[in-house]
């Protein structure tokens, strides 16, 4: 069975920094890419990063190009997040997804 | 960025009765290699998504058969062919032709 477990959210003031962990498992991690997915309270579903099976593609999207840090270390098939100067509006469920498969979201919070 | 438009927003269907999503992509979702990339999604209440159908028509692993996908090009609809209590949530489409990878804003189907 395919799982995705997310980790690391909580709250952070304006400008921090968090880093979230998506660990793998049911499936040959190394040969899939990922993706992180939000979702802002109350509204759509938002695609933030893409990471190829060997992490030699990387996309981002512009609310967060600059600040967030996609990486995976397939020998631990796990999936990371490194999100800095955080925003507002950064506040979500930060989903680590497979596009087949989501994880049940971690939840950060932006706010002083 | 390929724009990802859904109608209705809204959907109040009686047991049994069909129901019907539309979702219209500002760019064609054809590859070259075929394959047109449109997925359906649904996410109940207080869960993550779950994937329903993957390009325009298949359907995922265990889901139930009155779920179908259809269309070409841009215009995409994802039909119901029975309603159940258990399909309450909310509806999203998503391209995956081209990065940002965009969704529809969402259709909330209610009982």
């Known amino acids: 069975e395919v799982q995705l477990v997310e980790s690391g959210g909580g709250l952070v003031q304006p400008g921090g920094s968090l880093r979230l962990s998506c660990a793998a498992s049911g499936f040959t991690f190394s040969s899939y890419s990922m993706n992180w997915v939000r979702q802002a309270p109350g509204r759509g579903l938002e695609w933030v990063s893409y990471?190829?099976?060997?992490?030699?593609?990387?996309y981002y999207a512009d609310s967060v190009k600059g600040r967030f840090t996609i990486s995976r270390d397939n020998a631990k098939n796990s999936l990371y997040l490194q999100m800095n100067s955080l925003r507002v509006e950064d506040t979500a469920v930060y989903y680590c997804?497979?596009?087949?498969?989501w994880g049940q979201g971690t939840l950060v919070t932006v706010s002083s | 960025d390929i724009v990802m438009t859904q109608t209705p927003l809204s959907l109040s269907v009686t047991p049994g009765q069909p129901a019907s999503i539309s979702c219209k992509s500002s760019?064609?979702?054809?590859?070259?290699?075929?394959?047109?990339?449109l997925y359906w999604y649904l996410q109940k209440p207080g869960q993550s998504p779950q994937l329903l159908i993957y390009?325009?028509?298949n359907r995922f692993s265990g889901v139930p058969d009155r779920f179908s996908g259809s269309g070409s090009g841009t215009d995409f609809t994802l039909r119901i062919s029975r309603v159940e209590a258990e399909d309450v949530g909310v509806y999203s489409c998503m391209q995956t032709i081209q990065l940002p990878f965009t969704f529809g804003q969402g259709t909330r189907l209610e009982i």
């Open positions: 760019q064609s979702l054809l590859h070259s290699d075929g394959r047109t990339y």
């Open positions: 390009e325009v028509s």
């Open positions: 997804a497979r596009l087949t498969n």
């Open positions: 990471i190829t099976s060997s992490s030699s593609t990387i």
